[in-house]
């Protein structure tokens, strides 16, 4: 390749998970270091880091389509941006990507994106690089300190996996599971705070699986970590996910009782209710085991939502196995949940079994389990209305006066009021929608002295 100008913007496209969000944003803050600042919107970057998930076939497909894209749309404006994929695909295929896509300058793994700047000399100076190292949680000493953000925040505390479940790459693109240590994470949630965030999501692949030494060197697990960061006073709501259920103890089901500023969600998948599929997928756990687990952390914290993940047309899944899904939906009522249909993933134990279930028999499945969770979800929304609660200002509504804030339970509530982003305002909910519900900020009750 040529030699080029460094860039003067970027732009960074988030794919996947929120733990690449986090990611994204990291990456955005160390080119702001750099001197390069995002590009206007509607505008060309000069540089574009394309922040990739692997998880599902499609996902993955899309970044070659938008390489594409990127090309083109490059040379209708006269330029040619510089490309690097970052993120799960550029881990599990970096090789493929620089075979396959010429217009690539840079490919870099989800724990090596600190080298960055490094990279981009090279590319600048018309030359490619790879960089998809797995160094144990090098990254964040290498990055820069936390910027404003949303009063929302992502905040990476643990990262990879080692539970392989036979459908999944995670294990493969992010590594083994690492925490990071604790008084780095009370550092950056303090700077999140004074940057404005009022609310931190704790994110893992299987955040409960989080251990460390607290500052008096004691062991502690994820609940540990909450109750330290609880005692930061302008944090306001502390969440995490995704937990696996055979990482959950005692100490955080009674935190779910005991931390008021713990929000009452709790995002635990379960991917089926059938056992023998459970098996198949290597989630060494049974769909007793999850329920029980349900059920205590409902005891601890009885207006919790649940939410889980759901994968149907798992190789060799009968309508039978598929019924119990439908059946643990049911007995869960969850408020939320994302569903899936299986996708074989290159490299995985799944993608060769026997039984690959057809196209069209996983539509139809897809479809009635969603019909499911969607009148669970719109039933407990219904049951929050009339409920008094403190919403998170996120964002402006659609119109003037209007916003939009999430509820404790992670409802989309929106509200007319005089309010800014990150205000916390107090609301009575007042209707329920499938997917959001209104608020009327209560009158306050003026009694004369
Ligand atoms: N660590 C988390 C989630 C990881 S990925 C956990 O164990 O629960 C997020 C979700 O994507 C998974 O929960 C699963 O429902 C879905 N998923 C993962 N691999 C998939 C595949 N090959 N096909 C379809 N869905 C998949
Ligand atoms: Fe994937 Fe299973 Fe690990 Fe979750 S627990 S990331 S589904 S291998
Ligand atoms: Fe996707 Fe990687 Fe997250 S595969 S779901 S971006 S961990």
Same mark, same amino acid.
């Given at each position: 390749m040529k030699p080029s100008a460094p860039p003067k913007t970027y732009r960074v496209k988030s794919f996947g998970c929120q733990m690449n969000v986090y990611d994204g944003e990291r990456m955005a803050e160390l080119l702001g270091e750099q001197g390069i600042a995002p590009a206007p919107e509607g505008e060309e970057a000069d540089l574009v880091i394309l922040n990739t998930c692997h998880i599902r076939e499609k996902a993955a497909e899309k970044v070659y389509s938008d390489i594409g894209r990127l090309v083109k749309s490059g040379e209708a404006a006269g330029k040619k941006p510089l490309i690097a994929v970052a993120g799960c695909v550029a881990q599990a295929e970096g090789e493929e990507i620089m075979a396959r896509a010429p217009a690539v300058s840079i490919v870099v793994g989800p724990q090596a994106y600190h080298r960055l700047p490094v990279m981009l000399d090279k590319a600048v100076q018309g030359g490619r690089a790879t960089d998809t190292d797995m160094p144990a949680i090098a990254k964040f000493d290498a990055l820069p300190t936390r910027k404003k953000r949303a009063p929302a925040a992502f905040l990476t505390v643990q990262e990879g996996c080692d539970k392989f479940c036979t459908y999944c790459v995670v294990p493969y693109t992010r590594g083994a599971e690492i925490s990071r240590p604790f008084s780095h994470l009370i550092v950056e949630a303090e700077k999140l705070v004074e940057a404005g965030a009022r609310e931190i999501t704790l994110l893992g692949q *299987?955040? *409960?699986?989080w251990s460390g030494e607290d500052d008096k060197g004691r062991s502690i697990g994820l609940d540990g970590l909450i109750r330290a960061l609880a005692k930061i006073a302008d944090l306001k709501r502390i969440r995490y996910t995704t937990s696996h259920p055979n990482d959950f103890t005692p100490g955080l089901i009674a935190a779910h009782g005991e931390v008021d500023k713990l929000m009452p969600y709790l995002h635990l998948p379960v991917q089926s209710g059938n056992n023998r599929i459970l098996k198949a997928m290597n989630r060494q756990h049974t769909a007793d085991d999850y329920l029980a687990i349900l059920e205590q952390v409902r005891a601890a914290r009885p207006d919790i939502a649940l939410s889980g993940d759901f994968i149907v047309g798992f190789p060799g899944e009968s309508e039978a196995e598929f019924a119990d899904t439908l059946k643990i939906v049911d007995e869960v009522r969850y408020a939320a949940c994302f569903s899936f249909k299986y996708s074989p993933r290159p490299g995985t134990p799944a993608a060769t079994m026997d039984g690959q279930i057809a196209p069209e028999v996983m539509d139809e499945r897809l479809q009635r389990l969603q019909s499911r969770i969607g009148h669970h979800q719109f039933a407990f929304n219904q049951a929050s209305v009339g409920k008094t609660c403190t919403i998170l200002i996120e964002r402006k509504g659609r119109h003037e006066g209007q916003w939009i804030g999430k509820s404790p339970w992670l409802q989309s509530v929106w509200v007319e009021a005089s309010a800014e982003i990150g205000d916390m305002i107090e609301v009575e909910l007042a209707e329920a929608g499938p997917n959001s519900l209104k608020g009327v900020v209560k009158p306050r009750l003026v009694t004369a002295a």
């Open positions: *299987n955040v *409960n699986a």
